[in-house]
Antibody, heavy 117, light 105 residues
Framework: EVQLVESGGGLVQPGGSLRLSCAVSGLTYSTYWMSWVRQAPGRGLEWVANIKQDGSDEHYVDSVKGRFTISRDNAKNSLYLQMSSLRAEDTAVYYC??????????WGQGTLVTVSS | DIQMTQSPSSLSASVGDRVTITCRTSQTINNYLNWYQQKPGRAPKLLIHDASSLQSGVPSRFSGSGSGTDFTLTISNLQAEDFATYYCQQSDSAPLTFGGGTKVE
């Protein structure tokens, strides 16, 4: 069974930093693109970033460029999102998702990030 | 960036109805159009990928169609468990944008 489990969410002050993790099991993690997707309270889905199988290529939505960094450790079957200079508008549930092909076929349960003073 | 226009934003339906949701992209995509279902408090679930391919385990009452810039998700014979919010998403090019969602209630 494929499982994705996020961790690292919590309450952080504006301007602060946070690192999210996603542990993947049940398949050969290193052969898939991975993404982070977020959902602000009561809002729709917003794709945040993705990373190639070997970590050699990354893409970001404009609103997080220069503030967020996606990375992965294939030896640990793990995905990360380093978030800095956090803003109130970054408050959301953050999901990690695995791309089988180009579609996001598997999702974690999400971790809540709240940016507030 | 590719913009996604999904309609309607909400619709009212009954069990047994046929429901159609549309998604329009701001430029032609290579049928890299996916549909997801999300229920409150849950992660999204992939229903359709590549415009018309049914994801494994998804009931056959869900179907997708379209090409170019216009795509459709159809739910035939709506069931009680289908009341949810549906999103389209393009995976043709980064950023991988989502539509605004359609709440079926």
């Amino acid at each position: 069974e494929v499982q994705l489990v996020e961790s690292g969410g919590g309450l952080v002050q504006p301007g602060g930093s946070l690192r999210l993790s996603c542990a993947v099991s049940g398949l050969t993690y290193s052969t898939y693109w991975m993404s982070w997707v977020r959902q602000a309270p009561g809002r729709g889905l917003e794709w945040v970033a993705n990373i190639k199988q070997d970590g050699s290529d990354e893409h970001y939505v404009d609103s997080v460029k220069g503030r967020f960094t996606i990375s992965r450790d294939n030896a640990k079957n793990s995905l990360y999102l380093q978030m800095s200079s956090l803003r109130a508008e970054d408050t959301a549930v953050y999901y990690c998702a695995l791309a089988a092909g180009w579609e996001l076929a598997y999702w974690g349960q999400g971790t809540l990030v709240t940016v507030s003073s | 960036d590719i913009q996604m226009t999904q309609s309607p934003s909400s619709l009212s339906a009954s069990v047994g109805d046929r429901v159609t949701i549309t998604c329009r992209t701001s430029q032609t995509i290579n049928n890299y159009l996916n549909w997801y279902q999300q229920k409150p408090g849950r992660a999204p679930k992939l229903l359709i990928h590549d415009a018309s391919s049914l994801q494994s385990g998804v009931p056959s009452r869900f179907s997708g169609s379209g090409s170019g810039t216009d795509f459709t998700l159809t739910i035939s014979n709506l069931q009680a468990e289908d009341f949810a919010t549906y999103y389209c998403q393009q995976s043709d090019s980064a950023p991988l944008t989502f539509g605004g969602g359609t709440k079926v209630e």
